[in-house]
């Protein structure tokens, strides 16, 4: 699935749904606590010009879930809209697993 937006003054910009997922990971992982994105993690659905994403993450024991989620939430809107032309819609972010350090 590629993404496009056609402008007449300078071109057409396409984006690869793998471009969008690819933000949306690493903007998921720049986040302090967040482990990893788990296994395929990314999900996005594009209608028109708004992105709606399901995001699976690992955290860390010691972090707030509900926190983290929402500064992941915040970081990947952010990010999108920064580098590319849509808007983010719904952000899911469930968080799949805890990982406990060892001491």
Do not use: P, W
């Not at 749904?17 to 659905?45: D, W």
């Amino acid at each position: 699935m590629a993404a496009k937006r056609n402008n007449s003054s300078s071109g057409d910009v396409t984006y690869g749904s793998h471009v969008l997922r690819s933000i949306i990971r690493l903007a998921a992982q720049e986040i302090s606590g967040v482990e990893s994105v788990y296994g395929r993690g990314v999900r996005i659905y594009v209608r028109d010009e708004t992105v709606d994403a399901d995001v699976n993450i690992e955290v860390d024991s010691e972090v707030s879930c509900s926190d983290i989620a929402y500064k992941v939430q915040d970081n990947i809107k952010k990010n999108v809209e920064t580098a590319t032309f849509y808007k983010m819609g719904v952000i899911n972010v469930n968080i799949i697993a805890v990982r406990f350090s060892k001491h």
